[in-house]
């Protein structure tokens, strides 16, 4: 039964999250996956929703710090990770000011 309401607990926080981040409140989004992430640091998806808070912010160098922490609490994300770190670089490449 514990379990369950655990379970619960953290999919209604990662939905309140992506429904941030879905209605564009990027900022809120952030300090509820900071409140998230403070409460369950072990738990993987507290460290996307973070992650995906800061991108969405165009913070590139905070999502990829925070990735590199879920990295630390769950090596096996590495795959994830990787991808996802390689397609912000291919945008922040992409989206960088041309020099004249």
Known sequence: MKANLSTFKWQSRESEVDDLLAAGQSTSAKFAAMEWIAQQPR?????????????????????KEVLRGLLQVAPDERYRVDDWLSHVEDEFRDNRPKLA
Not at 48 to 56: F, G, S, V
């Open 43 to 63: 738990r993987p998806e507290t460290h996307w929703a973070l992650a995906k808070a800061h991108y969405q912010l165009g913070e590139l160098a905070a999502a």
